[in-house]
C-alpha cells in the first residue's frame, strides 16, 4: 500500500505563490504515476498537473505556465510549485499516486491540504 500526505498549503493573496509538497511512503517500490488534483467548494473535482513514471509533465490549462511538478527523487517527494496565483486557485488540493497514469486511473490519495487565494 502506498500513503500520501500534503503540506504546504495556506493562504496567499492574488500574484502569490506557494509550494505543495506530497511525501510519499508505503509500498514505493514500483515507480508510480504521480497527479495533483484540486476541489472547489461545490465544484467537480480538476485535474491540475501530472508527472509520470518516466517524468513527463501535463498540465490542465487553466495553471499552464504558472504551475509547475517537480519531484525531488532522494525524500520521494514530488511537488506542486504554484505561482502567479488567482482567486480561482482556491480549493483544496490532492496528491494521488498510482501504477498507472491515466487520470481516472489513481488509485492512492492523500487528505488534502487547502489553498486560499484572496
Known amino acids: 500500500d502506498v500513503q500520501l500526505v500534503e503540506s504546504g498549503g495556506g493562504s496567499v493573496q492574488a500574484g502569490g505563490s506557494l509550494r505543495l509538497a506530497c511525501a510519499v511512503s508505503g509500498n514505493t517500490n514500483t515507480r508510480l504515476c504521480m497527479a495533483w488534483f484540486r476541489q472547489a467548494p461545490e465544484k467537480e473535482r480538476e485535474r491540475v498537473a501530472r508527472?509520470?513514471?518516466?517524468?513527463?509533465?501535463t498540465y490542465a490549462d487553466s495553471v499552464k505556465g504558472r504551475f509547475t511538478i517537480p519531484r525531488d527523487n532522494a525524500k520521494n517527494t514530488p511537488y506542486l510549485l504554484m505561482n502567479n496565483l488567482r482567486p480561482g486557485g482556491t480549493a483544496m488540493y490532492y496528491c494521488?499516486?498510482?501504477?498507472?497514469?491515466?487520470?481516472?486511473?489513481?488509485?492512492?490519495w492523500g487528505q488534502g491540504t487547502q489553498v486560499t487565494v484572496s
Open positions: 494521488a499516486a498510482g501504477s498507472g497514469c491515466s487520470w481516472d486511473s489513481f488509485e492512492y
Open positions: 508527472l509520470s513514471h518516466f517524468g513527463l509533465t
